[in-house]
């Protein structure tokens, strides 16, 4: 799943010919333009040494600079990403090539330089092009003056990163694979047999066709009643429920759900044969005092009896996602959580984990931090040279504790925390008291996905190996329906325009330009609305708290966190089909 990383290029600082170095970080100012000739390299052999299959170049600018490492090279613009070779090195430059489905906004800025006390400014504007990636890039190129490549990379930025259609993406270009893999409906079935420990079955597509994969186990069975997609349109063909449900109380349990997202197992312990499970909030309304019979007796199924020979049965813990308030205002609009009093041998749990647009705005707090204090910054100053270049670390403690202050102040550190704690307790509930664990937030396919995942990656060593790393993605977010479109922020199948319109990081040089036109997707607002803005990095983060895992225990893991970047770039990048679309259902054109 994984895409070829590009060759790592050498900066030009680094070059043995001093007529090739630009003088230090930050020293932007100082570049002489009339000394940038421009590369000799023709489209022909760009495409031919540098370019994926079927990606084409649709314009290109020479003699850029890319700002956040004073390096100066060519900006090509392809179908499929913003690529920069290097004029010192003739290689591409990783940090300043980003595919185009993952650039969040891009801005044309003008900016003047600063010039020395009592010195006639005669020193040309700087006219620069800002890219604010989702993956926490914020990225600069300076372009020469009196010339028009800027509007050129621009105005083709403008054409070719907001399709209008999902079939305009790069993936639908390039063809289909050429790596043949079982159907994913295949895949999730010879998963389902693991866990239900049938794994002497294999699963093939006469199996899916005929819908004769209902196999079952002692206490749980496959059912086959979302087969054609129609008690929920967001869950997978294939489903494990307890084996004392009838595939009508199913029926009957989804309608007291959000979006039919009824109580399914996603995961069974072969040891104490406890379960998690996962869901959609109830309907329990404004009062709390909705019910339904059909969806009290799935859950209580979920509290099979203990393998203790003593008769009695597992305890129940069900864990909202959310913050008590958040779960109680949901109430107001049908919503709610359980009561543990209509629950067989239940307890109720809330998480207190923010929703979606606290995600985002926390990330990009996050992202401001990282273009203020890394080390390939947006302006071209190093945190060294930002504070000083003075003691320990490259900055004084001063400026250190401001650092550290202003990551806390993102949020995102608590945030992972909080789900990574969440994780755990699920985690210790299920192997250390045999109980089982219904997990759901409000629709139960964000907050929901991350907290089962985790816990399913740490309860199984499988999960922690690449196949079944693969297993767990497709299972818990692609089959389970987390709406990669909207969160990602891609075009529907009908040809509807993806909404970005967010308070959005603008990088360090916001303050400074005389004039500034954005190229984001939708005009930038102060005041967002949250109701219409459905982008979160949900995925992201998980893959966060997937990377904290592993930093933890590296040596449980089959693969690297060089794995999880590369993971998440192909995710973000829309290179491949995978994450393309909101749910596993065929949507109509």
């Not at 490492?69 to 010192?88: I, P, Y």
């Not at 054409?159 to 159907?183: E, M, Q, V």
């Not at 907290?451 to 196949?467: E, I, W």
């Amino acid at each position: 799943m994984a895409a070829l990383r590009p060759p790592r290029s050498v900066s030009s600082r680094d070059s043995s010919d001093g007529s090739e170095r630009l003088d230090g970080a930050g020293s932007w100012d100082a570049l002489e333009w009339t000394k940038i000739e421009p590369v000799t390299r023709s489209v022909s052999h760009v495409n031919s040494e540098f370019l994926l299959e079927a990606e084409r170049v649709i314009e290109e600018g020479h003699g850029v600079v890319l700002v956040n490492r004073d390096e100066a090279g060519t900006l090509f613009v392809t179908n499929f990403r913003l690529l920069f070779l290097s004029d010192g090195t003739r290689n591409i430059v990783p940090l300043g090539t980003i595919p185009l489905a993952t650039i969040e906004k891009f801005n044309k800025m003008v900016v003047k330089n600063q010039s020395a006390p009592r010195q006639i400014d005669r020193s040309p504007t700087r006219r620069l092009l800002q890219i604010i990636g989702k993956d926490m890039r914020i990225i600069v190129f300076g372009f020469r003056p009196r010339t028009k490549q800027r509007r050129v990379i621009f105005d083709a930025l403008l054409r070719c990163a907001k399709p209008a259609r999902i079939w305009d993406l790069y993936a639908f270009t390039c063809g289909p694979s050429k790596f043949s893999k079982p159907n994913s409906k295949v895949r999730l079935l010879n998963e389902y047999f693991r866990l239900l420990g049938k794994d002497s079955h294999c699963a093939s597509v006469s199996m899916v066709e005929e819908g004769s994969f209902t196999l079952s186990n002692d206490l749980w069975r496959i059912s086959n009643t979302n087969s054609n997609y129609t008690v929920c349109s967001s869950y997978p063909f294939a489903l494990i429920v307890p084996k004392s449900i009838s595939d009508e109380e199913v029926i009957q349990a989804s309608t007291f759900r959000a979006r039919c997202r009824i109580p399914v197992v996603s995961w069974c312990h072969p040891g104490n044969g406890a379960v998690l499970a996962r869901s959609a909030q109830p309907l329990v309304g404004l009062m709390m005092n909705m019910r339904s019979n059909a969806d009290e007796k799935l859950v209580a199924s979920l509290c099979t009896q203990l393998v203790d020979g003593k008769g009695s049965r597992r305890k129940l813990y069900i864990a909202d996602a959310r913050p008590r308030k958040n779960a109680l205002a949901n109430g107001a609009m049908g919503g709610g959580s359980e009561s543990s009093s209509n629950y067989f041998h239940s307890e109720i749990v809330f998480f207190g984990i923010d929703n979606i647009h606290a995600m985002r705005e926390s990330f990009a707090r996050l992202r401001d931090y990282l273009d203020t204090h890394g080390a390939t910054s947006s302006d071209g100053m190093s945190s060294f040279l930002r504070h000083g270049g003075s003691t320990w670390g490259g900055g004084n403690l001063s400026s250190m504790s401001a650092s550290v202050s202003t990551l806390g102040d993102s949020g995102w550190l608590i945030h992972v925390q909080s789900v990574l704690a969440g994780s755990a307790w699920i985690t210790a509930r299920i192997a250390l008291e045999s109980a089982s664990v219904l997990v759901h937030c409000s629709d139960g396919w964000d907050r929901t996905s991350q907290l089962v995942s985790l816990a399913n990656l740490m309860l199984d060593p499988y999960y922690r190996t690449f196949a079944g790393f693969q297993a767990l993605v497709e299972k818990d977010w692609l089959a389970f329906g987390h709406p990669f479109s909207d969160r990602i922020g891609m075009p529907s199948v009908s040809g509807t325009s993806f909404d970005l319109n967010r308070q959005s990081s603008t990088g360090n040089l916001s303050s400074s330009p005389v004039r500034q036109s954005s190229g984001s997707f939708t005009p930038q607002t102060s005041n967002t609305s949250h109701a219409q803005n459905n982008y979160s990095p949900i995925y992201l983060q998980w893959v966060d708290c997937v990377s904290q895992l592993l930093r933890m225990y590296p040596f449980a893991f089959e693969f690297s966190s060089t794995f999880l970047v590369d993971f998440l770039d192909c995710v973000l990048s829309c290179r491949f089909g995978n994450f393309l679309c909101n749910r596993l259902k065929k949507q109509l054109k």
